[in-house]
């Protein structure tokens, strides 16, 4: 008898954790790298702020999701989703051939270009072509599209001019202080950070066209159906335009 009570004891603490378990809500690993205004940073408090920020939240909240940002290196992003290390990527992230054969993208959400940025007092003309006959050296960030295109303008004779650093921020310290001669990175990434350090200017025209998208693990048709759904929502309710608005027309 003592046992079988033991057991019924044992059996009820069982489901009890169980049940438990299953009201808990899954927290899911968001993935960015924060050194990417006005898509995501950081604000003086260390709250996570910008466009792919607001969509993000307004996905989640369209799905009953909890969510907890991971800032990470950008080149490391798509590894870490791979391995189970993230659930989703949202990080000005640029939908290209080589990583569609290893994550799911949602729909585009985003219209972006690359652009050259170099000193305010830069007084040479060039254009893409000349780059590599004038020896520039060139500042990009790791594992970005931006790095992809300075590697094709630069050629194997001179990639040795190809400067790649882990956060965009560096990017633009490494400009202004004179190491390199020119920076490629998208468009509103070096209007913003123009406007808040100074001392640079955009070189030229918008020279790509991309379509930013969320990532998520290979396979995962779900959670592409339910964020393309919910990014249908966000344009059809005139939030889009809202929050393009406030990131984008300062």
Known sequence: MKKRVVL????????LTISACAGEKE???VGTEATFPPFESQDEDGNYIGFDMDVIAFIAEDN????????????TLIDKLEKGDLDI?????TIDDERVQRVDFSNPYYDASQIIIVREEEAREFGLDDIAAMDLKIAVQMGTTGAEEAQGILGDDK????????RANEVFTELLSGRVDLAI????????YIAEMGGMKIHGAPFTEEKFGIAVQKGNKD????????LEKLVSSGEYQALYEKWFDE
């Open 8 to 15: 019924l004891a044992v059996l009820m603490l069982c489901l």
């Open 27 to 29: 927290v899911l690993k």
């Open 64 to 75: 009953g999701w909890e969510y907890e940002i991971v800032n990470i290196a950008f080149d």
């Open 89 to 93: 990527v949202i990080a000005a992230m």
């Open 159 to 166: 990639i040795h001019n190809l400067y790649e650093f882990k």
């Open 185 to 192: 990175i998208d468009q509103p990434v070096a209007q913003k």
């Open 223 to 230: 959670m592409v159906d339910k964020i393309n759904a919910s």
